[in-house]
């Protein structure tokens, strides 16, 4: 007879959330993320540094958020009415998050995005029933960037809406509305600092007026990836430069000042470079030390937020954006010869290859 008692599991659960109930279809489940405390970056700081889990999102990433604003936004405006197309130029989270909110909707998706981004993410949107059109990677300035391609394709098409993330505010105000007030909830106001790297910006943007709203000595700074102009946009007071340099880091680095960065952008405090050695290592340190499989830009994020908590000293609350799992990004981080083409195997720490698999 046994007469030892197994240990409740449950223990391991800190509590059961009042909030878990039961929710409407895909659209319901968005957002709610847990604020994740990352254990190795807050020690080596002396800070506590959160991660928003936005991975865990329906859709998988922080995009599920702007894909519900922009589609609920043309509906109510009468925009966008039954049985209509949805289209949008992307990275890929964002139509991923636009293909997902469609079908729960009932509309078609179309999705123009530059052919640099992984096949992961272009099968992942075909396999969502989304028609996708990879183009090549041009600057805005060109009439055949994906987003104006995106414009073209609504323009002639009956009941068809653009969602144009970049510049359309309903993508801010999903991070204005949902994530900034979670993150509060989640620090009980006590939030020191977020940092994030921007793609649209909707996501610095919104949370930051937020936060800034409810206490204004809140810091935000601007992440940067290599490519990207808004670290020397800032450094500079406000020069913009001809873009040069290329990432490894998908869905983030701009050329311009989007209209959703542009709301808010007086209130950024200041900005932080990133490379992609630095970004690259994280990847895999987060892997190591946390269990987090996490894309590149969810490892620069946490990157800055460590260098930002170095500016702010120690004792600090700094929040960042885990914005998607490395699931979409695999063939290339953990190829062995995919790193090496870009030399950054270099960049990953001996006792970290062997994660490098593929
Ligand atoms: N990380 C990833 C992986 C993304 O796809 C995006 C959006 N393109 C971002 C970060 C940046 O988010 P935002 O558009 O809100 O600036």
Redesign the pocket.
Known sequence: MFTTRLPRLSRFYSSVSPSLKTVDGFVGAIGNTPLIRLKRASEETGSEIFGKAEFMNPGG???DR?ALFVVKEAEEKGELKPGGTVVEG?????GIGLAHVCRSRGYKCVIYMPNTQSQEKIDLLRMLGAEVYPVPAVAFENPENYNHQARRHAEKTTNAVWTN?FDNIA?RRA?LETTGPEIWEQTEGLVDGFT?????????AGVTRFLKEKNQKVKSFIADPPGSVLYSYFKSGGNLTERSGSSIT???GQGRVTTNLQQDIELIDDALYISDEKSIEMVFRLLDEEGLYM?A??ALNVVAAVEMAKVLGPGKKIVT?L??GAYRYQSRLFSRKWLESKGLLHAIPEHLQKYIVL
């Open positions: 990433s922080v995009k702007a992307t990275a890929g989270n964002t993330q993508n991070h994030c790297a921007t793609g649209t910006g909707g996501t610095l998908e869905g983030i894309g830009s969810t954006v914005c998607d």
